[in-house]
């Protein structure tokens, strides 16, 4: 499966983005996750799309919300109120797995997919 996403971009704090994660084909598993310079990738939500089971990150809780338009093999993350700190690449990757006290996590090395990421930059 090959994952494509779109819709970053620059905005000011307090602001609103909606990122896109398209594939290529049907998926059972997505996660956003985000790297910021100098800092280690974050995972930032993660749903089960038969289900739309969803996790957020508390660092996020309350602002973002992932989502998934399955008839599209489409899932989105809405951000809103965002902040300076939300500043990083933002990738989609399949599948995505939560586990307690770790979080969201990505494929390991080999048994999926990552997309090319999508700069957020907020500006306060």
């Known amino acids: 499966v090959q994952l494509e996403e779109s819709g970053g971009g620059s905005v000011q704090s307090g602001g609103s983005l909606r990122l896109s994660c398209g594939a290529s084909?049907?998926?059972?598993?997505t996660g956003w996750f985000r790297q910021a310079p100098g800092k280690e990738r974050e995972g930032v939500a993660c749903i089960s799309q038969p289900d739309g089971t969803a996790y957020v990150a508390d660092s996020v809780k309350g602002r973002f919300t992932i989502s998934a338009d399955n008839a599209k093999n489409t899932v989105y993350l809405q951000m809103n109120n965002l902040e300076p700190e939300d500043t990083a690449v933002y990738s989609c990757?399949?599948?995505?797995?939560?586990?307690?006290?770790?979080?969201?996590?990505?494929?390991?090395?080999?048994?999926?997919?990552w997309g090319q990421g999508t700069q957020v930059t907020v500006s306060s």
């Open positions: 990757a399949t599948p995505c797995s939560v586990v307690d006290g770790v979080g969201a996590l990505g494929p390991e090395a080999g048994f999926g997919s």
């Open positions: 084909g049907f998926t059972y598993s």
